[in-house]
């Protein structure tokens, strides 16, 4: 069974500021992983995914995430955050030949402030 | 673009009624499944379809079915609508290697 841990439920950080959102996960087989975000009173779109290869993945609107896979960890990064950053951000994960199940976080509430 | 529509963005019904969720996607994509999201708890998986008249139960089943007829369409039923069922409920759709596509939602009230 796989699981996900977002360490934070919610995270308030200035604009411009860099922001990291972190996310660990539990496997006992090769992951894939993902980054989606919901914007308020909207469905959730992919941000980023690690599939295989380089484990810097660079995704839209200036996000970028790390795989670490001796820590099992895969935190989301963006070096200058605006306030149109505001939303809900969900790790989630998938076993490589398995289900095409994911498994995805609690969420992090992010909220830019000016 | 994947387009993922649902049929209502607020829905209310009462205690007891029947209630039919529809999601319809553009991309031809095998798999579809059904969420429910509510506050503290993220996604949690009700059901999933990777085929047309195939379903697997995710992890919240209970008091829930589906029906997938055709490929572009899967639907949720509530067979009798309980107050626990209050909920924002997410469609989505893949085709291949997990990538998600998720559709607007819809949130319903059991009153």
């Known amino acids: 069974a796989q699981s996900v841990t977002q360490l934070d439920s919610q995270v308030p950080v200035f604009e411009e500021a860099p922001v990291e959102l972190r996310c660990n996960y539990s496997?006992?087989?090769?992951?894939?992983l993902f980054w989606y975000v919901q914007y308020p009173n909207q469905g959730l779109q992919l941000l980023l995914k690690?599939?295989?290869?380089?484990?810097l993945v660079k995704g839209i609107n200036g996000f970028e995430a790390e795989f670490n896979k001796s820590q099992t960890s895969f935190h989301l990064r963006k070096p200058s955050v605006h306030i149109s950053d505001t939303a809900e951000y969900f790790c989630?994960?998938?076993?490589?030949?398995?289900?095409?199940?994911?498994?995805f976080g609690k969420g992090t509430k992010l909220t830019v402030n000016p | 673009d994947v387009k993922v529509t649902q049929s209502s963005r607020y829905l209310v019904k009462r205690t007891g009624e029947k209630v039919f969720l529809e999601c319809v996607q553009d991309?031809?994509?095998?798999?579809m499944f059904w969420y429910r999201q509510d506050p503290g708890l993220g996604l949690r998986l009700i059901y999933f379809?990777?085929?047309?008249?195939?379903?697997e139960k995710g992890d919240i089943p209970e008091g829930y079915s589906v029906s997938r007829e055709k490929k572009e369409r899967f639907s949720l039923i509530l067979e009798s609508a309980s107050t626990n069922q209050t909920s924002m409920y997410l469609c989505?759709?893949?085709?291949?290697?997990?990538?998600?596509?998720f559709g607007p939602g819809t949130r319903l009230t059991v009153t």
């Open positions: 989630a994960v998938g076993s490589q030949g398995g289900s095409e199940k994911l498994v």
């Open positions: 989505a759709s893949s085709l291949a290697r997990y990538e998600q596509y």
């Open positions: 496997s006992s087989v090769s992951v894939y």
């Open positions: 991309m031809d994509h095998e798999n």
């Open positions: 690690y599939l295989s290869g380089s484990t």
């Open positions: 379809s990777y085929d047309v008249k195939m379903k």
